[in-house]
């Protein structure tokens, strides 16, 4: 199955479905808690305004650097004075 492609609603029935077997469970789980919120992109913003390196915000947010990296990369950011 593509996770990427599933959306919440369906990745939360894989992940309680009794019907399911337990690595579809694990891996629509980890799908979900692996989406970007409103709050974690505001997260971002705050941390890396406040200068926090990538990597310390995606140990805080339990998500990869090369994540962090991209949302960097794709709203532009930049710290102020640099």
């Not at 959306?7 to 939360?12: E, T, Y």
């Not at 200068?51 to 339990?62: N, R």
């Amino acid at each position: 199955m593509r996770w990427e492609l599933a959306n919440k609603q369906q990745l939360l029935q894989i992940a309680i479905s009794e019907d399911c077997e337990l690595d579809n469970k694990y891996e629509a789980a980890r799908e979900l808690q692996s989406r970007w919120s409103q709050d974690m992109l505001t997260d971002v913003v705050i941390m890396f305004g406040k200068g926090y390196m990538p990597k310390e915000i995606a140990e805080f947010l339990g998500v990869s650097v090369q994540q962090i990296g991209g949302v960097i990369s794709k709203y532009q950011l930049r710290r102020v004075g640099a």
